[in-house]
């Protein structure tokens, strides 16, 4: 059973340009966490998403980030004109539909803004 | 995957006794995050402690970190029922900022 997988890894865009962040659960999970680490920071918890539904963005900022979590495929995580302070680590984590304890986290995607 | 391990797995006490979790990891590390998650909801971060301090307090937390065994312990003193949470432990090793987590402890505090 595959862990929860995100991609790219590391993604370097340019001010002004978008990044789009993958975020694919672990088979049979519907639930999906989106969090932020900045460099020496903690977690910080972003979105939380079940499949089609936004259940709780209280954490995202109010312009340009916006997440999805389709019926099928991986969940995204859309950031648009990107600027220097969105560089950090963006962390998902999935757990299943029964089990509201247990989070599985994705190695995270290292985003860097130039 | 996770690579930290959180001992005991669930925990169960009354108000106003003290929850010790624990914590060990594998790799070194630059510091060490405990955080709180709520049935439902997000992490929450609580304390982050760095590779070169032992031992680090907020309110009724008290964290202490022993990199000579790659172990933290999470202490919560005088613990009330809004305590009842998952306790997760979060290793930074601060290369790539990859962070590692444990499973996680289940605290349940009975009032």
């Known amino acids: 059973n595959a862990g929860v997988m995100q991609n790219p890894r590391h993604l370097v865009r340019r001010r002004g340009q978008e990044a789009r962040l993958r975020c694919s659960p672990m088979?049979?999970?519907?639930?999906v966490y989106w969090y932020r680490q900045l460099p020496e920071e903690g977690l910080k918890f972003m979105v939380y998403?079940?499949?089609?539904?936004?259940?709780?963005e209280s954490g995202m900022p109010k312009e340009r980030f916006s997440a999805e979590f389709p019926k099928e495929g991986p969940s995204i995580l859309r950031i648009q004109q990107v600027v220097r302070g969105d560089s950090a680590a963006y962390f998902c984590?999935?757990?299943?539909?029964?089990?509201?304890?247990?989070?599985?986290f994705g190695p995270g995607t290292r985003l860097t803004v130039t | 995957s996770q690579q930290g391990e959180e001992d005991p797995q669930a925990l169960s006490i009354q108000e106003g006794e003290n929850a010790t979790m624990n914590c060990s990891y594998k790799?070194?590390?630059?510091?060490l995050q405990w955080y709180r998650q709520n049935s439902g909801r997000g992490l929450v971060h609580l304390i982050l402690?760095?590779?070169?301090?032992r031992e680090k307090h907020s309110g009724r937390l008290r964290v202490t970190l022993d990199t000579s065994k790659k172990s933290s312990s999470l202490l919560i003193t005088a613990s009330r029922a809004a305590d009842t949470a998952s306790y997760f432990c979060?290793?930074?090793?601060?290369?790539?900022?990859?962070?590692?987590f444990g499973a996680g402890t289940r605290l349940t505090v009975k009032p």
């Open positions: 984590a999935s757990s299943p539909l029964s089990q509201d304890y247990e989070q599985y």
């Open positions: 088979k049979g999970h519907s639930h």
């Open positions: 998403l079940q499949k089609e539904n936004i259940i709780d």
């Open positions: 790799t070194s590390i630059n510091n």
């Open positions: 402690i760095r590779s070169n301090e």
């Open positions: 979060a290793t930074d090793a601060g290369n790539n900022n990859d962070m590692r």
